[in-house]
Nanobody
Framework: QLQFVESGGGLVQPGGSLRLSCIAS????????IGWFRQAPGKEREGISC????????YYADSVKGRFTISRDHVKNTVYLQMNSLKPEDTALYYC????????????????????WGQGTQVTVSS
């Protein structure tokens, strides 16, 4: 059973940076598409980035494109989300998730495409 622990969230000023980590156990992540989602109070969970199996491709929502970078460390079985130029509207609970299809080009962006979820880490951007 694939399980995740997210970390790296916190309070940061506008313009600052954070790096979120999603550490997996129970299975290797290499064959899974991994996504990062966020959910702000009163809003739906939003898919903001994903990386395909074997790191063939990546996806970014327009709201984070050019500011966030997703990456994977296969040795550490960990996926990262580097977040730069943070804005107050980035404040949310951030989740990582894993989904599987026998494809290295699959880039799932909706919650129902993912089977495994972490518990979330809070990111607050405020001065």
């Amino acid at each position: 059973q694939l399980q995740f622990v997210e970390s790296g969230g916190g309070l940061v000023q506008p313009g600052g940076s954070l790096r979120l980590s999603c550490i997996a156990s129970g299975s290797t992540l290499a064959d899974y598409a991994i996504g990062w989602f966020r959910q702000a109070p009163g809003k739906e969970r939003e898919g903001i980035s994903c990386i395909s199996a074997r790191d063939v491709g990546t996806y970014y929502a327009d709201s984070v494109k050019g500011r966030f970078t997703i990456s994977r460390d296969h040795v550490k079985n960990t996926v990262y989300l580097q977040m730069n130029s943070l804005k107050p509207e980035d404040t949310a609970l951030y989740y990582c998730a894993a989904g599987y299809q026998p494809s290295t080009t699959w880039l799932p962006t909706t919650t129902n495409e993912y089977a495994y979820w972490g518990q979330g880490t809070q990111v607050t951007v405020s001065s």
